[in-house]
């Protein structure tokens, strides 16, 4: 299996496509060995966040090259975004999860594997508009380092919401319920409740999510716990998006005692008390 790695997805080897940009911010693609790769298997790692139109937009470039010399391409995308968007809530929405899906596979991509897909109930090998999708679990990567920080000491495994609830299961663990408003025009807005009796008094408690996104969720999360008698809390997830900055230390002021992510999403202004870490792309 032949590689290509973009320099967005350097924490996952050398990379060996090179991206540049024009003053206007146009996208350039090479890659160097292209004649190489003629009639061999495939595997393009590649980041789609931050900048995701851009990131998308670049990949098809590179899908739009490597199937002229190939038709068995496989794409490793850590962190797929506009999952979120997986169907029509309201009428008129466009539903971005199977627009990027469709996409993929129409340039090319016989197989997707990324981890904790937000439209994907489990682990486990889905379709999703013609494009074959492996999604795997960070899962026991961040409940290996949760009992690595609280050592010998006993710990519960809560997710936030249902939807990430097959961390908890792993984990012999408990999922709470969250319930937003949305705006008029349908957008999700801030997380309006977190309910779910968990005995949790004088314990300490591992929150883990598929993604952090504006904290929201989780600041409330941590409370609802806190309120109910929870001892030390950590916070993990497998997405470090932070879509604003400050979100990171939000949840750090919100009593939670340690925040850690993947190194599914990699961002220069990361703060430095967040910990990483690394999946495993075996």
């Keep these: 299996m032949q ?105 090319g991509v016989k197989k997707l594997t990324t981890y904790d897909c937000h439209f994907l109930p489990c682990p486990g090998n889905f379709k999703r508009s013609g494009l074959n999708i492996e999604n795997k679990s960070a899962g026991k990567e961040l409940v290996k380092y949760a009992k690595k920080y609280f050592g010998k000491n006993k710990f519960l495994v809560i997710s936030p919401d249902e939807g990430a609830s097959y961390f908890t299961e792993n984990a012999q663990g408990h999922a709470l319920k969250k319930t937003r408003k949305r705006e008029e025009h349908g957008l999700e807005t801030e997380v309006h409740k977190i309910e779910g009796e968990v005995d949790v008094e004088g314990k300490n408690i591992c929150i883990l999510d598929d993604i952090i996104a504006t904290g929201g969720t989780i600041v409330k999360a941590v409370e609802h716990l806190k309120a109910r008698g929870a001892k030390r809390i950590i916070v993990g997830a497998t997405h470090g998006v932070f879509a604003k900055d400050g979100i990171a230390k939000k949840i750090i002021n919100a009593n939670t005692e340690q925040l850690f992510i993947t190194n599914s999403i990699l961002k220069n202004n990361l703060e430095s008390f967040i910990h990483v870490v690394k999946l495993n792309t075996n």
């Design 3 to 107: 590689k290509l790695i973009t320099p967005y997805a350097h924490s996952f080897g050398k990379p060996n496509v090179v991206i540049k940009h024009f003053p206007d911010s146009e996208s350039y693609i090479l890659i160097p060995q292209i004649k190489s790769l003629k009639n061999k298997p495939i595997t393009i790692y590649h980041s789609l966040y931050p900048e995701p139109d851009k990131r998308i937009f670049e990949l098809l470039l590179i899908l739009s090259r490597v199937k002229k010399e190939t038709k068995n391409i496989s794409l490793f995308v850590p962190y797929l975004p506009y999952a979120r968007q997986d169907r029509e809530c309201k009428t008129g929405e466009a539903v971005s999860a199977d627009v990027l899906c469709v996409l993929l596979k129409n340039f």
